[in-house]
């Protein structure tokens, strides 16, 4: 068993590497064509947590207000979210997701699992239960995170 303090930087490193190219490679699908990583994220983020106020969803998404914004407004032509002036304050706004986001994220899911089982069906079967062995501790660290 590896203890805390046996972590070295070049096996965090690997870790984070291989966590990388795991989500790229997984970010890839279909039924997201046409929109970009951010915007993806942007969606799955108001379709999770949402209704959100503008700055609240820039700070869960680590973007600047000028980039949400674009984001927003790609999405809100799409069909995908709706902005709105906050009742209370005009000048604020709220995003929303629509139906068709909703469903959009359902369907980038979908896909995502699908292809995700599939690869996993090819991996050799004692790595694959390891794999299962190891998702608790890796929700822990993504909570953590």
């Given at each position: 068993?590896?203890?805390?303090?046996?972590?070295?930087?070049?096996?965090?490193?690997?870790?984070?590497?291989?966590?990388?190219?795991?989500?790229?490679?997984?970010r890839?699908?279909?039924?997201?064509?046409?929109?970009t990583?951010?915007?993806?994220?942007?969606?799955?983020?108001?379709?999770?947590?949402?209704p959100?106020?503008?700055?609240?969803?820039?700070?869960?998404?680590?973007?600047?207000?000028t980039?949400?914004?674009?984001?927003?407004?790609?999405?809100?032509?799409?069909?995908?979210?709706?902005?709105?002036?906050?009742?209370?304050?005009?000048?604020?706004?709220?995003?929303?997701?629509?139906?068709?986001g909703?469903?959009?994220?359902?369907r980038?899911?979908?896909?995502?699992?699908?292809?995700?089982?599939?690869?996993?069906?090819?991996?050799?079967?004692?790595?694959?239960?390891?794999?299962?062995?190891a998702?608790?501790?890796?929700?822990?660290?993504?909570?953590?995170?």
């Amino acid at each position: 068993m590896v203890t805390q303090s046996a972590i070295d930087s070049e096996t965090a490193e690997r870790l984070r590497a291989v966590i990388g190219r795991i989500q790229r490679r997984l970010r890839a699908t279909r039924a997201g064509e046409g929109l970009t990583p951010s915007q993806i994220s942007v969606l799955f983020t108001v379709v999770g947590r949402g209704p959100l106020g503008i700055s609240e969803l820039a700070e869960l998404e680590a973007l600047n207000p000028t980039m949400l914004s674009r984001i927003v407004a790609h999405l809100c032509q799409q069909g995908f979210v709706r902005r709105e002036a906050h009742a209370s304050d005009r000048r604020a706004a709220t995003v929303s997701a629509t139906a068709a986001g909703r469903r959009l994220r359902e369907r980038v899911q979908r896909e995502r699992a699908r292809t995700l089982a599939a690869q996993l069906d090819a991996v050799d079967p004692q790595a694959r239960e390891q794999l299962l062995a190891a998702l608790p501790a890796l929700e822990e660290l993504a909570e953590l995170l």
